[in-house]
């Protein structure tokens, strides 16, 4: 069978299933994209990117387009319950060599990869069968296809891990961060900078691009064997509002922005942690299988890479899927396991209260050697 009548189905449509569906598309694979979304989900936090992706992001020729939305962060305030400034975060800590909002990247992403898959929006799958030929996929809204592939790069809570490698709680690590996200009108006037406030178990920031644009905030709390219902929205609001209460800065004001959020998000900081990412025909990618935590600011980078190197290994001619899973598996683990070390290492540090500037220039003096691994060497593909 040639790549060209292969069939390929890709869960879901973020950084990593956008990235997969142009590669697999340019390897001449026909794709298909199941999102559970409407549409293709606009975040609303910002995202950083780190060594190699920059250079898959250029072999997709999205690299100038991404530059050019650069929120081009400079270093931010960390302040005290009254708003004073008692040190300054470099921007080396939080916004990588590269930082756009997720909004953005996903846009210009689908733009690419648009004409490359037939997308299925507002559907998700409900069921898999392999057997040595293909993949018969059950969806929600009652369709059922057969497929060559089927590839899980629906995220930190994966329906196709769950459905092929066992439930949630087998892979996925909290790593005791819980965090809630929005946007808010900019009433601080920050431009292309931020403010960190940070009390026993709880830390918030808010930050901005242009002035003329809104802003982001984020709510942290440190939470142990946090139970919680991923569809209660309202529930999620009030535990973050009872826990920050009586807090100061700016978080009575945040509190209320985030009741009246419409771009509200909440989860919790987690890593997926597994032996292997694929099983016979079926195979994860990105957060799905290896999320790195958010407190990596690694995810978008291995998401994209990850895509990059399977599409790659797939598209070899004189390559099997089991030949191609093992080798992007090969490629992939020292690049993640170093992610995840840094992820967790993010969270031990994350709720120290009132940091020095000798500790965060100590974090800054750390960051860009933290940015550029050895681990991984992005085989040539493409061209770039
Ligand atoms: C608060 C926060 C801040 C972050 N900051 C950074 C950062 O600074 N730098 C960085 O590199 N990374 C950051 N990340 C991580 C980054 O966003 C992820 O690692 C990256 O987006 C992974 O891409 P992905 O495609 O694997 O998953 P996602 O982007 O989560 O995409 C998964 C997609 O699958 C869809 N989906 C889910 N379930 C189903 C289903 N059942 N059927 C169909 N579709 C489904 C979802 O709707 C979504 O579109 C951050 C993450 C968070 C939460």
């Not at 009254?82 to 210009?108: I, N, S």
């Not at 799905?288 to 994209?304: D, E, I, K, N």
């Not at 969270?347 to 100590?362: G, I, T, Y």
Request: proline share 4%; with cysteine.
């Amino acid at each position: 069978m040639t790549t060209k009548s292969k069939k390929v189905l890709i869960s879901g449509a973020g950084v990593a299933g956008l990235a997969l569906a142009h590669w697999l598309d340019r390897g001449g694979f026909n794709v298909t994209v199941v999102e559970r979304a409407p549409a293709v989900r606009h975040g609303g936090y910002a995202v950083d990117f780190r060594g190699e992706a920059l250079d898959v992001l250029d072999r997709m020729d999205l690299l100038e387009r991404i530059r050019a939305l650069d929120t081009e962060m400079g270093e931010a305030a960390m302040v005290d319950a009254e708003g004073r400034q008692y040190a300054t975060l470099p921007a080396a800590v939080f916004a990588g060599d590269l930082e756009v909002p997720k909004a953005d990247l996903t846009r210009l992403l689908h733009a690419a990869a648009r004409d490359s898959a037939e997308y299925l929006f507002g559907d998700s799958i409900s069921g898999v069968e392999q057997d040595a030929d293909g993949v018969n996929v059950a969806f929600e809204s009652g369709l059922s296809r057969r497929f060559d592939l089927l590839i899980g790069a629906d995220g930190l809570h994966s329906r196709v891990r769950s459905l092929t490698f066992g439930p949630e709680e087998r892979f996925v690590r909290p790593l005791g961060i819980c965090t809630a996200i929005f946007s808010l009108p900019n009433h601080l006037g920050l431009h292309h900078t931020g403010q960190l406030y940070v009390s026993p178990g709880k830390a918030a920031n808010m930050f901005a691009g242009d002035s003329a644009g809104r802003a982001r905030a984020a709510l942290h709390l440190a939470v142990e064997d946090l139970e919680y219902d991923r569809d209660d929205t309202d529930a999620q609001r009030r535990l973050i509002a009872e826990r920050f209460d009586g807090e100061g800065w700016e978080i009575p004001r945040l509190l209320t922005e985030m009741r009246a959020a419409e771009d509200f998000w909440f989860d919790t900081n987690a890593q997926v942690i597994m032996d292997t990412w694929s099983d016979g025909r079926v195979v994860l990618l990105g957060d799905a299988g290896y999320c790195a935590a958010p407190t990596s600011g690694r995810g978008t980078s291995q998401a994209l890479i990850g895509a990059y190197v399977l599409a790659g290994e797939l598209a070899r001619p004189d390559s099997d899927h089991t030949t191609a899973f093992t080798a992007y598996e090969t490629t992939m683990r020292p690049f993640v396991t170093e992610h995840q070390a840094v992820g967790r290492e993010g969270a031990e540090r994350f709720f120290l209260p009132a940091p020095s500037q000798e500790v965060l220039d100590m974090l800054a003096a750390n960051a860009p050697e933290n940015t550029r691994t050895e681990a991984v060497r992005l085989p040539d593909y493409a061209p770039r």
